[in-house]
T-cell receptor, first 114, second 111 residues
Framework: NAGVTQTPKFQVLKTGQSMTLQCAQDMNHNSMYWYRQDPGMGLRLIYY???????DKGEVPNGYNVSRLNKREFSLRLESAAPSQTSVYFC?????????????FGPGTRLTVL | GEDVEQSLFLSVREGDSSVINCTYT??????LYWYKQEPGAGLQLLTY?????DMKQDQRLTVLLNKKDKHLSLRIADTQTGDSAIYFCAERGGSARQLTFGSGTQLTVLP
């Protein structure tokens, strides 16, 4: 039982390049999330997926797209990376969107955009 | 938007108690959470408190909630070096579908 896994762990991009961050969970959770964490700031929600087949914008969705490929996998795509997207990206999952359902976090992807 | 504030750093000696404080602005907050982040890892939920509670205790952890002042604290008794980490306060209020996180408090436990 691996929990939430993310690939890659580290990535360096040049401005304008594209890439997809992968996330998978093996807990049969319905809801999944993508956050970014910047120095001196808390996590901010980029996108979330309440259940398979649905996605919704979070607090900071601009410059990102997501795909809920199936119940297990939720990917985050940067179409044209910008230096402002340098951050640590965390994927999380939970049983549902209910407040009492714990969100389980992956180990993060550290992205640098030059 | 709603805001959650925490002090950035706290240092304590091993064996002492640590108290990490948090203030929030959303008066409709119904659930308040404490997460722990160890170096190079994701966040781990430590505990949460529902807004109709004043206190919650779980082994070495005590959470106090003052709804009037919108103040939340996490007390760690007998702090150990393994408690060194960043601690995030987060809240979720009303019909919000997302958590709002504070900036995190870096706890350093000195031997």
């Amino acid at each position: 039982n691996a929990g939430v896994t993310q690939t890659p762990k580290f990535q360096v991009l040049k401005t304008g390049q594209s890439m997809t961050l992968q996330c998978a969970q093996d807990m049969n959770h319905n809801s999944m999330y993508w956050y970014r964490q910047d120095p001196g700031m808390g996590l901010r929600l980029i996108y979330y997926s309440a259940s398979e087949g649905t996605t919704d914008k979070g607090e900071v969705p601009n410059g990102y797209n997501v795909s809920r490929l199936n119940k297990r996998e939720f990917s985050l795509r940067l179409e044209s990376a910008a230096p402002s997207q340098t951050s640590v990206y965390f994927c999380a999952s939970s049983e549902s969107l209910a407040r009492e359902d714990e969100q389980f976090f992956g180990p993060g992807t550290r992205l640098t955009v030059l | 938007g709603e805001d959650v504030e925490q002090s950035l750093f706290l240092s304590v000696r091993e064996g002492d108690s640590s108290v990490i404080n948090c203030t929030y602005t959303d008066s409709s907050s119904t659930y308040l959470y404490w997460y722990k982040q160890e170096p190079g890892a994701g966040l781990q939920l430590l505990t949460y408190i529902f807004s109709n509670m004043d206190m919650k205790q779980d082994q070495r952890l005590t959470v106090l909630l003052n709804k009037k002042d919108k103040h939340l604290s996490l007390r760690i008794a007998d702090t150990q070096t393994g408690d060194s980490a960043i601690y995030f306060c987060a809240e979720r209020g009303g019909s919000a579908r997302q958590l709002t996180f504070g900036s995190g408090t870096q706890l350093t436990v000195l031997p």
